[in-house]
């Protein structure tokens, strides 16, 4: 209780601070006078399609990205997987970047995040395809890795073939990963994916639980392991696939906020599911602050501040471990 107290009151702080820390100073109360639509119009514009879509998809994205490292970390009983291991984000950029090549995106406004989702999911039925149902966990893996491999071989030979440097540059700022200038269309169109996945990931805390006494442990206590399996596949899929849709590529959250929150939450995979959700989306919130407010005018990407944080937060816990066990 004291951990969910803790996160969730961190996260509505962050998230309040994002909604009303930006370029434009504008002063609490009429901020919130704003979002319902009273007051000054201009603020109104601010607030409601600048920063509320902005913030909302922020937490929905940190959200995902978090509950599916945890549930896939859970699942494979491994500290270093994370939800890009099967192939979902690179084969939802690859339909993004595919999307940007061939000026479809231009066609209408929606095209670029559709052919995101669409990509994600033919990558998911590629991935059942090359493990089958019943496959095993290192299979699921393999077959993950070479679904990710061929993505982003596939997404290299767009941007060496574009015969456009503005297009090629557009897919490059894009695979960045951003939240900036999104409307509540996104949020519209990536909440219900995401909700689906939220669902399927969130239910799976007993199947996980019982898999870290082993496979055959769990099946003895009636843990049916090609269900759950399948139920990570779309969840993951659906919450990751939406986010990488709606936001480009934004890497290292799934994989560090389970290990930042995994002591606390007493290595038990049925509370760090929802405990990395809330820390995934505080996280992603506070990097968006943090791209407003260091060289605003620059244009600063989220994926990028990520990976300059995830990185060595990473090594750091790397270097930890070893001494533990050391």
Same mark, same amino acid.
């Given at each position: $209780?004291?951990?969910?107290?803790?996160? /969730?009151?961190?996260?509505?702080?962050?998230?309040?601070?994002?909604?009303?820390?930006?370029?434009? #100073?504008?002063?609490?109360?009429?901020?919130?006078?704003? @979002?319902?639509?009273?007051?000054?119009?201009?603020?109104?514009?601010? $607030?409601?399609?600048?920063?509320?879509?902005?913030?909302?998809?922020? =937490? $929905?994205?940190?959200?995902?990205?978090?509950?599916?490292?945890?549930?896939?970390?859970?699942?494979?009983?491994?500290?270093?997987?994370?939800?890009?291991? %099967?192939?979902?984000?690179?084969?939802?950029?690859?339909?993004? &970047?595919?999307?940007?090549? +061939?000026?479809?995106?231009?066609?209408?406004?929606?095209?670029?995040?559709?052919?995101?989702?669409?990509?994600?999911?033919?990558?998911?039925?590629?991935?059942?395809?090359?493990?089958?149902?019943?496959?095993?966990?290192?299979?699921? %893996?393999?077959?993950?890795?070479?679904?990710?491999?061929? =993505?982003?071989?596939? +997404?290299? @030979?767009?941007?060496?073939?574009?015969?456009?440097?503005?297009?090629?540059? !557009?897919?490059?700022?894009?695979?960045?990963?951003?939240?900036?200038?999104?409307? /509540?269309? *996104? &949020?519209?169109?990536?909440?219900?994916?995401? #909700?689906?996945?939220?669902?399927?990931?969130?239910?799976?805390?007993?199947?996980?639980?019982?898999?870290?006494?082993? !496979?055959?442990?769990?099946?003895?206590?009636?843990?049916?392991?090609?269900?759950?399996?399948?139920?990570? @596949?779309?969840?993951?899929?659906?919450?990751?696939?939406?986010?990488?849709?709606?936001?480009?590529?934004?890497?290292?959250?799934?994989? %560090?906020?389970? *290990?930042?929150?995994?002591?606390?939450?007493?290595?038990?995979?049925?509370?760090?599911?929802?405990?990395?959700?809330?820390?995934?989306?505080? /996280?992603?919130?506070?990097?968006?602050?943090?791209?407003?407010? %260091?060289?605003? !005018?620059?244009?600063?990407?989220?994926?990028?501040? $990520?990976?300059?944080?995830?990185?060595? @937060?990473?090594? *750091?816990?790397?270097?930890?471990?070893?001494?533990?066990?050391?």
């Amino acid at each position: $209780m004291k951990l969910f107290i803790a996160l /969730m009151t961190g996260t509505l702080a962050i998230f309040a601070l994002s909604l009303f820390v930006g370029y434009a #100073a504008i002063p609490v109360p009429d901020g919130l006078a704003a @979002l319902f639509g009273v007051g000054d119009p201009l603020f109104e514009t601010v $607030m409601r399609e600048i920063r509320l879509p902005r913030t909302l998809l922020a =937490a $929905m994205v940190g959200a995902s990205l978090g509950l599916s490292g945890a549930a896939m970390q859970g699942f494979l009983r491994n500290p270093l997987a994370e939800p890009g291991l %099967i192939g979902v984000s690179g084969a939802a950029a690859l339909g993004a &970047v595919i999307a940007l090549q +061939t000026g479809f995106a231009a066609a209408f406004f929606l095209a670029l995040p559709l052919s995101a989702l669409l990509f994600a999911a033919g990558a998911v039925g590629l991935i059942l395809l090359l493990a089958g149902p019943r496959g095993a966990s290192l299979t699921l %893996i393999l077959a993950g890795i070479a679904v990710s491999a061929f =993505a982003a071989a596939l +997404t290299a @030979l767009a941007l060496n073939l574009s015969p456009n440097p503005y297009a090629a540059s !557009e897919i490059v700022f894009w695979m960045m990963g951003s939240v900036a200038d999104r409307a /509540m269309t *996104h &949020v519209w169109l990536a909440f219900p994916i995401m #909700a689906l996945g939220w669902l399927a990931l969130a239910t799976l805390g007993r199947g996980l639980d019982a898999l870290t006494l082993g !496979e055959d442990a769990a099946e003895a206590l009636g843990v049916s392991l090609t269900r759950l399996r399948l139920q990570l @596949l779309f969840g993951t899929a659906a919450a990751v696939g939406a986010a990488t849709a709606v936001a480009g590529a934004v890497g290292f959250v799934g994989l %560090i906020v389970p *290990h930042l929150l995994r002591r606390f939450a007493q290595g038990q995979p049925s509370t760090l599911l929802w405990a990395s959700a809330l820390g995934g989306a505080a /996280m992603v919130l506070a990097a968006d602050l943090a791209v407003r407010l %260091i060289l605003p !005018e620059r244009d600063l990407k989220l994926g990028v501040v $990520m990976a300059l944080v995830g990185a060595p @937060l990473f090594l *750091h816990l790397i270097y930890k471990t070893r001494r533990e066990i050391a």
